[in-house]
């Protein structure tokens, strides 16, 4: 029997937010999303499923079909309820692509390729306690910058006092649209300008490895530090499971 990922515990907490997803109450449910699990997990080929799991094809196809209609997505925010937003912290990450994903159009489906190789980039904002709170992808040669205030669009920043970034998203631009959504920067200046830091509360600033231990977390998954989907919407989802695991355990 192949390692599981879902306690019992676990699983009574899922059901119920699954079946309100309109999620059919199979007999097999709970094996189909251990499966799934499993291959976020270990990042094989869905042929390749164990026998455990049921017929590697059904699971392949609840997959598709949940991330058809985006139900992974819509499982990570139903699940992120309660986040401590007092402070957010944002920053993004390189993944690689597997040869597996490659296909025509690949722009389209958030990937490109630099000297680096193909890749894409996951965009991520976490609470006050370095939890996921919510994510965006892009092709990996766009700015950091320039994802920003999408990110930022994304996240209810009402009851927020301080958004944490790198000085990677130095721009004022972006410091414009973070005053408007209602709170404050806490982004360093380049060392190159001619303004000072003195906005900056530095000790706030060193927690910003918040961000780096949920990539940490979430890159524990094989196929989400590994790009194997050809399709932007099925990494998406699969990057959304592992956010809301992560949720799960809470």
Same mark, same amino acid.
């Given at each position: ?5 879902? !306690? @019992? ?12 997803? $309109? ?49 992974? =997505?819509?499982? %990570?925010?139903?699940? =992120? /309820?309660?986040? @401590? ?10 993944? #690689? ?22 890749? !894409? /980039?996951?965009?991520?904002?976490? @609470? ?5 709170? =919510? ?6 040669? !766009?700015?950091?910058? #320039? ?14 006092? =301080? ?15 973070? &005053? ?11 060392? $190159? ?11 706030? *600033? ?12 979430? /890159? ?5 530090? +590994?790009? %194997?989907? &050809?399709? /932007?919407?099925? *990494?998406? $989802? +699969? ?12």
């Amino acid at each position: 029997m192949p390692r599981t990922m879902l !306690t @019992d515990e676990h699983w009574t907490r899922l059901r119920p937010i699954l079946l309100e997803l $309109n999620l059919y109450d199979k007999v097999n449910l709970r094996r189909t999303v251990e499966g799934v699990l499993y291959r976020m997990r270990v990042g094989c080929p869905w042929r390749d499923l164990p026998e455990y799991f049921g017929k590697s094809n059904t699971v392949y196809k609840a997959f598709r079909r949940w991330s058809a209609s985006n139900k992974l =997505i819509a499982l %990570f925010e139903l699940l =992120i /309820k309660g986040s @401590d937003l007092e402070w957010v912290f944002i920053d993004a990450t390189h993944v #690689k692509a597997h040869q597996h994903s490659s296909g025509a159009h690949e722009n389209a489906q958030a990937i490109s390729k630099s000297v680096a190789g193909r890749a !894409t /980039k996951i965009h991520l904002a976490v @609470d006050a306690h370095g939890n996921p709170i =919510i994510f965006i992808l892009s092709d990996s040669t !766009t700015h950091d910058v #320039k994802v920003a205030p999408d990110l930022v669009d994304k996240v209810d920043l009402s009851n927020t006092e =301080i958004l944490c970034a790198d000085k990677g998203y130095d721009s004022e631009a972006l410091r414009e649209h973070i &005053k408007q959504a209602g709170t404050r920067d806490n982004i360093p200046r380049r060392a $190159n300008t001619k303004s000072s830091n003195d906005h900056m509360d530095w000790d706030l *600033y060193n927690v910003r490895h918040l961000v780096e231990n949920a990539f940490a977390k979430l /890159k524990n998954y094989r196929a989400v530090a +590994t790009r %194997f989907d &050809k399709l /932007k919407q099925s *990494y998406e $989802n +699969t990057v959304a499971l592992a956010c809301a695991y992560i949720w799960l355990k809470l």
